[in-house]
């Protein structure tokens, strides 16, 4: 075979090579947020119950309380702006706990309602104690378990 | 919904793994003649056959299980695979197809027996047994002597290495014995020398087994594997207690024991000796000439390298095994191995994830002290063969001949495709109990 032609190959292989790396990649960052894709999707309530939309807003929480958890337990927090929960500083409710992510759930207005979602966490945010797919609007009474803490929405 | 997009991604990866190989193993037939790409061909559609069949496996057994381990595994496989047959087609090649077959085969085993890998801490006294009387083996009259270490066994017409497998048994005994007593460990209550130190109780059987294994490697004169499991002793203990002070106390220990080494060894003194000066004119023809030559090797690639199966990294002695990293550097360039090193480090990421993420403190052990197998043994033998670090022979794994090698790195990725999944399997840590009631209500 020329040589030309096997220098050309040499660097078809290169290529290659790389595009194997580089989807590789994206697969890590992909596996790292796997809930992102599904925040698009339309609000599902929450899967406990199945209420009518009207009786949503009008059982909508104003607060969510700590009822589980080391040494937050008894503090509640406003739902007027988002409540961002995770073990980073930066977030309104901080959780010193190895089962939360940096950035691992949100509670925020959305119309008259308040929707939960999972931010990708890596263990997931619970509501009312199922797994949640998708984000979920909130009634009074639900509860939200992100590690170790759990909260309560009330009035 | 997630696990089968799991799987697909894996099987996605795994496809164009299997495209790099049969493009690496073409390019080497192709650089000798048109008739080896006919000889070439089935080898490589043998290891894809495994591959898919091993991913096809997975849908069943370990559905959750990280889709990124298999498909990286896969890669540094192939292209080992190829640099192996580039060196010798007729011999080598096809014999590390066998052990690639033999290897997943191992894989698919041990994800059928171990269903959960926190049963295998109650054998954890019978394999730290095992793994040191692996270990002790070759030092028998049953051993076999290559290349100036005592490492083999030989069965016939096969010889294996028993230490490759007996590392992964002393590191579930590690696991297993730090996750149970951590605390214990980590809690200094009696003091020595002015140091807070642990109870003896506690700390004595982990030095026994610690020391006994240094030493037979010792005896054996295989100075990569008392490195490599000097490194992931102290890692392990570092993890499970978190105090500085082992490390500290460890390095002292490493220091100590290789001033003894190079005063009382000469081999250990010769390898020094040619890593700070290669081209020494005394040593350049003996002792310093397979690293000189793996440098050669590395410059004559350049950035692009010469062409798979267009350069000579034939002229390395242990080219196959040790060396394996120069002959693609010389015919890779530095863009291949550093595509080569990408993967390296993303398989150990994926290891390290899948140790935070574990549920419990003998899977987060095990599943450290395993990537941490995996990852030490290439940063030893990389820094050696480049001469970042003096030389001592050591397998990198995947990608060297060898089936002893080959094996145990299967079963090691095998184990952690096992936590993986039973980590994702399992939601959160108090959740469990509940979910499973929710589930059948």
């Given at each position: 075979m020329?040589?030309?032609v096997?220098?050309?190959l040499?660097?078809?292989?290169?290529?290659l090579?790389?595009?194997?790396?580089?989807?590789?990649?994206?697969?890590?960052f992909?596996e790292?947020r796997?809930?992102?894709?599904?925040s698009?999707?339309?609000i599902?309530?929450?899967?406990a119950?199945?209420?009518?939309?009207?009786?949503?807003?009008?059982?909508?929480?104003?607060?969510a309380?700590?009822?589980?958890?080391?040494n937050?337990?008894?503090?509640?927090?406003?739902l007027?702006?988002?409540?961002?929960?995770?073990?980073?500083?930066?977030?309104?409710l901080?959780?010193?706990?190895?089962?939360v992510?940096?950035?691992?759930?949100?509670?925020?207005?959305r119309?008259?309602?308040?929707?939960v979602?999972?931010?990708?966490s890596?263990?997931?945010?619970?509501?009312?104690?199922r797994?949640?797919?998708?984000?979920?609007?909130?009634?009074?009474g639900?509860?939200?378990?992100?590690g170790?803490?759990?909260?309560?929405?009330?009035? | 919904m997630q696990?089968?997009?799991?799987r697909?991604s894996?099987l996605r990866?795994?496809?164009m793994a299997l495209?790099?190989?049969?493009?690496?193993?073409?390019?080497?037939?192709?650089?000798?003649?048109?008739?080896?790409?006919?000889?070439?061909?089935?080898?490589?559609?043998?290891?894809?056959?495994?591959?898919?069949?091993a991913?096809?496996?997975?849908?069943?057994?370990a559905?959750l299980?990280?889709?990124?381990i298999?498909?990286?595994?896969?890669?540094?496989?192939?292209?080992?695979?190829?640099?192996?047959?580039?060196?010798?087609?007729?011999?080598?090649?096809?014999?590390?197809v066998?052990?690639?077959?033999?290897?997943?085969?191992?894989f698919?085993?041990?994800?059928?027996?171990?269903?959960?890998?926190t049963?295998?801490?109650?054998?954890?006294?019978?394999?730290g047994?095992?793994?040191?009387?692996?270990?002790?083996?070759?030092?028998?009259p049953?051993?076999?002597?290559?290349?100036?270490?005592q490492?083999?066994?030989?069965?016939?017409?096969f010889?294996?290495?028993?230490?490759?497998?007996?590392?992964?048994?002393?590191?579930?005994f590690?696991a297993?014995?730090?996750?149970?007593r951590k605390?214990?460990?980590?809690?200094?209550?009696?003091r020595?020398?002015g140091?807070?130190v642990?109870?003896?109780?506690?700390?004595?059987?982990?030095l026994?087994?610690?020391?006994?294994?240094?030493?037979?490697?010792?005896?054996?004169?295989?100075?990569?594997s008392?490195?490599?499991?000097f490194?992931?002793?102290?890692?392990?203990l570092?993890?499970?207690?978190?105090?500085?002070v082992?490390?500290?106390?460890?390095l002292?220990?490493?220091?100590?024991?290789?001033?003894?080494?190079?005063?009382?060894?000469?081999?250990?003194?010769v390898?020094v000796?040619?890593w700070?000066?290669?081209?020494?004119?005394?040593?350049?023809?003996?002792?310093?000439y397979?690293l000189a030559?793996?440098?050669?090797?590395?410059?004559?690639?350049?950035?692009?390298?010469?062409g798979?199966g267009?350069?000579?990294?034939?002229?390395?002695?242990?080219?196959?095994?040790?060396?394996?990293?120069?002959?693609?550097?010389?015919?890779?360039?530095?863009?291949?191995?550093?595509?080569?090193l990408?993967c390296?480090m993303?398989?150990?990421?994926?290891g390290?994830?899948?140790?935070?993420n574990?549920?419990?403190?003998?899977g987060?052990?095990?599943?450290?002290?395993?990537?941490?197998?995996?990852?030490?043994?290439?940063?030893?033998?990389?820094?050696g063969?480049?001469?970042?670090?003096?030389?001592?022979?050591?397998?990198l794994?995947?990608?060297?001949y060898?089936?002893?090698s080959?094996?145990?790195?299967f079963?090691?990725?095998?184990?952690?495709?096992?936590i993986?999944?039973?980590?994702?399997?399992t939601?959160?840590?108090?959740?469990?109990?509940?979910?499973?009631?929710?589930g059948r209500?």
């Amino acid at each position: 075979m020329p040589d030309l032609v096997l220098d050309l190959l040499k660097y078809v292989f290169l290529i290659l090579l790389y595009i194997f790396v580089a989807r590789a990649v994206r697969a890590v960052f992909l596996e790292m947020r796997p809930a992102t894709a599904q925040s698009k999707t339309p609000i599902a309530h929450a899967p406990a119950r199945t209420a009518p939309p009207s009786r949503g807003s009008r059982k909508a929480p104003r607060k969510a309380a700590v009822i589980e958890g080391e040494n937050l337990r008894g503090k509640t927090f406003s739902l007027d702006d988002d409540l961002t929960i995770g073990r980073a500083e930066k977030n309104k409710l901080v959780l010193d706990d190895s089962y939360v992510s940096q950035f691992h759930a949100r509670i925020s207005p959305r119309g008259e309602t308040y929707v939960v979602e999972d931010m990708g966490s890596t263990n997931g945010t619970y509501l009312n104690k199922r797994r949640l797919t998708a984000p979920a609007e909130l009634q009074r009474g639900d509860r939200v378990k992100v590690g170790k803490t759990v909260l309560e929405m009330r009035k | 919904m997630q696990a089968t997009s799991r799987r697909n991604s894996e099987l996605r990866l795994l496809f164009m793994a299997l495209i790099v190989g049969t493009g690496a193993l073409a390019l080497v037939a192709v650089a000798r003649d048109f008739e080896s790409l006919g000889l070439a061909a089935p080898l490589i559609g043998a290891v894809a056959v495994c591959y898919i069949g091993a991913t096809i496996f997975l849908r069943k057994v370990a559905r959750l299980a990280d889709p990124l381990i298999l498909p990286l595994a896969a890669i540094l496989n192939v292209m080992g695979l190829a640099a192996v047959y580039r060196l010798d087609p007729d011999q080598y090649g096809p014999t590390q197809v066998i052990w690639t077959g033999v290897g997943i085969a191992c894989f698919v085993v041990v994800l059928i027996v171990v269903r959960d890998y926190t049963l295998l801490s109650r054998f954890k006294y019978i394999l730290g047994f095992v793994g040191v009387g692996l270990l002790m083996i070759p030092a028998t009259p049953l051993g076999t002597e290559i290349n100036g270490a005592q490492l083999w066994i030989k069965v016939g017409a096969f010889s294996f290495q028993p230490g490759e497998i007996a590392k992964l048994c002393l590191v579930i005994f590690l696991a297993a014995y730090l996750a149970e007593r951590k605390e214990l460990l980590a809690i200094a209550s009696s003091r020595l020398a002015g140091f807070h130190v642990p109870d003896l109780k506690h700390f004595g059987p982990l030095l026994v087994m610690w020391g006994i294994s240094l030493a037979v490697m010792f005896y054996e004169k295989d100075l990569g594997s008392s490195l490599l499991f000097f490194s992931i002793f102290l890692v392990m203990l570092y993890i499970a207690t978190a105090r500085l002070v082992y490390v500290a106390f460890g390095l002292l220990l490493f220091f100590a024991g290789a001033f003894v080494g190079y005063t009382v060894f000469s081999h250990v003194r010769v390898r020094v000796i040619t890593w700070l000066d290669v081209f020494d004119p005394r040593y350049i023809q003996d002792e310093g000439y397979q690293l000189a030559q793996s440098l050669f090797a590395l410059a004559t690639g350049g950035l692009f390298g010469t062409g798979l199966g267009q350069g000579r990294p034939d002229i390395i002695p242990a080219a196959e095994t040790d060396f394996i990293f120069s002959v693609l550097g010389e015919e890779l360039g530095l863009m291949g191995t550093a595509a080569i090193l990408i993967c390296f480090m993303l398989l150990v990421a994926r290891g390290l994830r899948i140790a935070m993420n574990a549920r419990t403190d003998f899977g987060q052990l095990l599943a450290a002290g395993l990537t941490a197998i995996f990852g030490i043994q290439a940063i030893i033998i990389l820094a050696g063969v480049t001469r970042l670090l003096p030389l001592t022979g050591i397998t990198l794994p995947f990608m060297s001949y060898g089936g002893s090698s080959l094996l145990s790195n299967f079963i090691l990725i095998a184990l952690l495709v096992r936590i993986s999944h039973q980590t994702s399997e399992t939601p959160a840590p108090a959740e469990t109990a509940e979910i499973l009631i929710g589930g059948r209500g």
